[in-house]
Structure formats: structure tokens, C-alpha cells
């Protein structure tokens, strides 16, 4: 299978366009590099990739039409998948212009892309934020999301109904998969886990927003990657589904398993709660279960354990 993964050269797109090449598929990635975080980190990780095997780069912008039809002539995807995106939930709220922009408008690039190209199946990367301040849980794929609490989940939500557009208008095939706080070696630099692990092992302080009972479903990225390759199989025609673990863990037990994982203690500062964030996000995957078969394999203790033992090789 030829697949176009755009963001590949991030976190979650270079875990799955190593699984890709694991299973004989002609990868492609497409990535501007950005300076979300240092982007030596992402050119590192697409040359790990250029060593497991065979691997077609384009260092493009999904806001740049001549570009992205030429990656889309050249290597005439199979399937896309779509993880591009600024990223993150606090950042969104100073300079939600720019989150519209690439979240959105560089969406309905690619979902033109595919339009006139015709990939068999078509992914796209959306988030748990979605569902807001909502209280009910676990999330469901059927509850209402229409009060995000962000400019990052605002444009995610509204990834998901440019999706269904494209899906009823043009009989594309396309899911919609909500990741449910995705961690693993690689992770980027200001996620939790990853900063709190590094701020641990050189003895500064974790900022702890809130009183440290918010709870969030971690999910092993490995995971993750299982979840879309199983929807790329089963191919939907048009389906959003959640892919979490399923568990949730408090902010306070994550710093415990750090500390057991790295041994070493945990200087924590508290703080007030952020604008913006969740006080707890739990997938419902029961959808996601019945169908494309996702069975996530990783707890949160054992998936901490292999992060540390990167972090540690790493340092």
C-alpha cells in the first residue's frame, strides 16, 4: 500500500510510518519542520526512519497547494493520513488565528487533495479535546461536542465536520480518530510526561497545575499506531472514533510512576488550574472494539517504563 502520512516526521507519525515500513507498505511523509518545538528533533527522527528502509520526504506546508499536489502527483497515495496540525491545547489560546489556519484551512487542502486524487481511505488525526468541560464520562463517540474550551479542540471539531462533508459529497472514505493523550519515546519536549520526566532527572521543579486529582486516559503510543492501522484495514466509509486506553490516571499518581520508573523523587510546585484545560479525559472504545478490532495492550505503568528507559538512553 502507498501511504502519505503528513506530520510523519513528528511524534505519532514517526512511530506509525515505522509500522508501515515494518509491514511493506511505500511510505511517504510530509512535514514543514516547524518550530512548534526544535525541529532537530523531527530531522532526527526521519533519518532513524530513512534507516529502517526505504522513505519518501517532502518538506512541505499543508497551507501550500503547489507543493502538496506535488507530493500527491508523485506518489499517487493509496492512503492518507492526516496528523499535521499546530498541536496543543494552552498555546492555541494566544494565537488561535494561526490554529485556524493550519488546523483548518490546511485540512480542507488535503481533503481537497483527496477529492481529486481518490486515496482509498482517508485519516484524520483529531483529539479528545473535543469534548470539552464535559462531565459525562467516559466520552462517547455520541455525545454532544459543541462547547470546546479552545481554539486547538474548536479546530479540531471543526476537522471532523469538513470530513463528513467531503465523506457525503465526494464518497470518500474517511475516520476520524480522537487520540486520547498519546505518550511513548519521542514524545515531544512540552508534553507532560516528557517534561516532567526531564525536569525530574535534573532535580527542578513540576509545575502541578490544579491540586493534582485532574485525570487523564494515557495512551501508549504504540497503541495508538495499532488503532490506525486497524481503521486504514477496515476502511469505514465515514466514522469518528475514540482510541484511548480506557483507564484514567491522576496527575499525581503519573509523577508517582515517573518517580518509580526513573527512581529518583519529584520536586513538585503547586500552581492554579490553566485556562483551557480538562479535568478529566476517558475514552469509551467500546466503538472502537466492535469496528476495527482496537485492543489497546499497554497500561500506563508498563508504558511509563518503556518511556524512561528512552528518556534514560536519551539523556
Known sequence: MRVLVTGGAGF???????????????????????SFYDPVLKR?????????????????????????????EETRPQAVV???????????????????????????????????????????????????????????????????????????????????????????????????????????????IHKFARHILEEKEIPVFGDGTSR??????????SGIIAALRVNPRFEIINLGESRTTTLLDLIAHLEQALGKKARRRFLPPQPGDMLVTYADIEKARRLIGYRPVIPIEAGIRRFAGWILGAS
Open 216 to 225: 487523564r486516559d494515557y495512551t501508549f503510543v504504540d497503541d495508538i499506531v
Open 82 to 192: 492526516h496528523l499535521a496540525a499546530w498541536a496543543g491545547v494552552r498555546p492555541s489560546l494566544e494565537n488561535p488565528a494561526l490554529y485556524a489556519n493550519v488546523n483548518v484551512t490546511g485540512t480542507v487542502n488535503l481533503l481537497e487533495m483527496a477529492r481529486e486524487y481518490r486515496p482509498e481511505s482517508f485519516l484524520f488525526g483529531s483529539s479528545s479535546s473535543v469534548y470539552g468541560g464535559s462531565e459525562r464520562v467516559p466520552y462517547s463517540e455520541t455525545d454532544p461536542v459543541d462547547c470546546p474550551i479552545s481554539p486547538y479542540a474548536a479546530t479540531k471539531r471543526a476537522g471532523e465536520l469538513l470530513c463528513h462533508t467531503y465523506a457525503v459529497n465526494h464518497s470518500l472514505h474517511i475516520s476520524c480518530l480522537r487520540f486520547f493523550t498519546v505518550y511513548g519515546p519521542r514524545q515531544r519536549p512540552e508534553m507532560a
Open 12 to 34: 505519532i507519525g514517526y512511530h506509525l510510518a515505522a509500522r508501515l515500513q515494518d509491514e511493506n507498505c511505500e511510505v511517504s511523509i510530509l512535514d514543514n519542520f516547524n
Open 44 to 72: 532526527q527522527n526521519v533519518r532513524d526512519l530513512q534507516q529502517r528502509g526505504p522513505l519518501r520526504l517532502y518538506e512541505a506546508d499543508i497551507l501550500d497547494d503547489r507543493r502538496l499536489r506535488q507530493a500527491f
